[in-house]
């Protein structure tokens, strides 16, 4: 018995540290939810952990106009198009950069991890000179052209370890089956 509540005050501080770090993580997320339940009197007053006359109506304003939801079928637009670009190119960098053997691979490799250390606003001046030439300005191709400067980096870092880490054979199997042949 002795020994279980030992093990016990030992595991005690550990516990302590998740509860107090879930709760510090999870708590933005419990305010923003809570808030959306206040009216914007409830809001601007003093803040409370529980709304003191829940309401429906900040969802009523949100969804009425359909303004929101063109904006969120709008975003998984972008979001999808973008992810598949993504996909499509990254994966045959991964391909190349994962199975292959050539010099310099590994000095590639890093340069396109690096580029991931650019800030943003460094590119901006070349993506809007690709936005207008494509004339796409103000329509969600822009975002469609433009975010895979940002996605592809990452996404050819992580598609290059899977790659490395499928096994040969299925690479020689689908030789023996008549990939790649003409």
């Not at 998740?18 to 708590?27: C, K």
């Not at 991890?113 to 606003?121: D, G, H, R, Y």
């Amino acid at each position: 018995m002795m020994n279980r509540w030992k093990r016990f005050l030992a595991r005690l501080p550990l516990w302590l540290a998740i509860v107090v770090i879930s709760i510090y993580a999870l708590f933005p997320a419990y305010w923003a939810f809570t808030t959306s339940f206040k009216t914007e009197n409830e809001m601007f007053k003093r803040a409370t952990l529980f709304p003191e006359q829940p309401t429906l109506k900040n969802y009523e304003y949100v969804l009425r106009g359909g303004t929101f939801l063109m904006a969120l079928r709008n975003s998984a637009f972008v979001a999808g198009s973008t992810a598949v670009l993504s996909l499509l190119v990254g994966s045959f960098a991964a391909y190349a950069l994962g199975r292959l053997r050539f010099r310099g691979r590994t000095a590639l490799l890093y340069l396109v991890l690096s580029m991931t250390m650019f800030p943003a606003i460094s590119i901006l001046s070349g993506l809007y000179t690709i936005v207008r030439e494509f004339n796409v300005f103000g329509t969600p191709f822009a975002l469609i052209v433009t975010y895979p400067v940002f996605t592809l980096p990452f996404t050819v870092w992580v598609l290059t370890s899977f790659f490395k880490g499928l096994p040969a054979e299925i690479e020689q199997a689908a030789i023996v089956d008549g990939a790649g042949a003409a």
